[in-house]
T-cell receptor
Framework: GEDVEQSLFLSVREGDSSVINCTYTDSSSTYLYWYKQEPGAGLQLLTYIFSNMDMKQDQRLTVLLNKKDKHLSLRIADTQTGDSAIYFCAERRDYKLSFGAGTTVTVRA | KAGVTQTPRYLIKTRGQQVTLSCSPISGHRSVSWYQQTPGQGLQFLFEYFSETQRNKGNFPGRFSGRQFSNSRSEMNVSTLELGDSALYLC?????????????FGPGTRLTVT
């Protein structure tokens, strides 16, 4: 999954917005995903976007896609302590997902 | 609706042994995928099954194998275990009408090889 790249760490104050960035490489039409993983747990599907879209909003989550730059971002509004986790960006190729290394988000009071 | 279930949740094995992990997809889902998660390599795709047929396979040695049953439940087997096989093994299932874009993961099986 090394074709999908993410920054490794993000620290954010409670109540602020978090922005997690990701770059992918597949230039064909594809689905792009954000998953959340809490300690000791599996992956929770947060949201996904098709590559012909620019933006998708789902409650506190906003996904922005810049197809030209192959850049995907996840914005979490009003970040809470429960948002502390590892966030994975992934792209779908054939029947599999290729993941980034994950961004560890730490929410501080 | 119950989520993806994986058994066992934790497993300790010795080098050279073999292990079988089980995955029960969400009811009605027919596609099941397996991933390996390690601190060094991250999340890597193992294989994907649909209607008992393997449709895609990742870059893992032949010691890793899997199968899917007619009720969509899936198993993966690792033979001749090596220390490097220690990992969290995650199973995911997809709904038949949205299999192209939704995958739901189970809690994983934590395998430790000593």
């Amino acid at each position: 999954g090394e074709d999908v790249e993410q920054s490794l760490f993000l620290s954010v104050r409670e109540g602020d917005s978090s922005v997690i960035n990701c770059t992918y490489t597949d230039s064909s039409s594809t689905y792009l995903y954000w998953y959340k993983q809490e300690p000791g747990a599996g992956l929770q599907l947060l949201t996904y976007i098709f590559s012909n879209m620019d933006m998708k909003q789902d409650q506190r989550l906003t996904v922005l896609l810049n197809k030209k730059d192959k850049h995907l971002s996840l914005r979490i509004a009003d970040t809470q302590t429960g948002d502390s986790a590892i966030y994975f960006c992934a792209e779908r190729r054939d029947y599999k997902l290729s993941f980034g290394a994950g961004t560890t988000v730490t929410v501080r009071a | 609706k119950a989520g993806v279930t994986q058994t066992p949740r934790y497993l300790i094995k010795t080098r050279g042994q073999q292990v079988t992990l089980s995955c029960s997809p969400i009811s009605g889902h027919r596609s099941v995928s397996w991933y390996q998660q390690t601190p060094g390599q991250g999340l890597q795709f193992l294989f994907e099954y649909f209607s008992e047929t393997q449709r895609n396979k990742g870059n893992f040695p032949g010691r890793f194998s899997g199968r899917q049953f007619s009720n969509s439940r899936s198993e993966m087997n690792v033979s001749t275990l090596e220390l490097g096989d220690s990992a969290l093994y995650l199973c995911a299932s997809s709904p038949i009408d949205r299999e192209r874009y939704e995958q739901y993961f189970g809690p994983g099986t934590r395998l430790t090889v000593t």
